[in-house]
């Protein structure tokens, strides 16, 4: 079992930036794969970033260049870089983290654990 726990969401201007946080405890195993899900109002849930258990990583083509994942093993704590932010960026966010399987795949929604998500929301 793996427990999420998700921090740093809040208000930003466009342009400006936020860390998002998730601590994650329980068996270090259930972390092999972790990545960050965002879900707006009204539309689907879409993969954002992912990092495998040696720190490869992979993003989605609408936050390349803006968006920056990265983990800390010591932590236990998976973050979320988010620069430049947009209002179409406007979400909650959500971690998720898996045994196993293929950790960089964007479409990937088959995690076993989640968050209980943190909103992020950019004004024009």
């Known amino acids: 079992q793996v427990q999420l726990v998700e921090s740093g969401g809040g208000s930003v201007q466009a342009g400006g930036s936020l860390r998002l946080s998730c601590a994650a405890s329980g068996n270090a195993y259930n972390t092999y794969c972790m990545g960050w899900f965002r879900q707006a109002p009204g539309k689907e849930r879409e993969g954002v970033a992912f990092?495998?258990?040696?720190?490869?990583?992979s993003y989605a083509d609408s936050v390349k260049g803006r968006f920056t994942i990265s983990k800390d093993n010591a932590k236990n704590t998976l973050y979320l870089q988010m620069n430049s932010l947009k209002p179409e960026d406007t979400a909650m966010y959500y971690c998720?983290?898996?045994?196993?399987?293929?950790?960089?795949?964007?479409?990937?929604?088959?995690?076993?654990?989640w968050g209980q998500g943190t909103q992020v929301t950019v004004s024009s």
């Open positions: 998720a983290a898996d045994p196993g399987g293929f950790c960089l795949d964007v479409r990937r929604d088959g995690y076993n654990y």
């Open positions: 990092i495998d258990n040696d720190g490869i990583t």
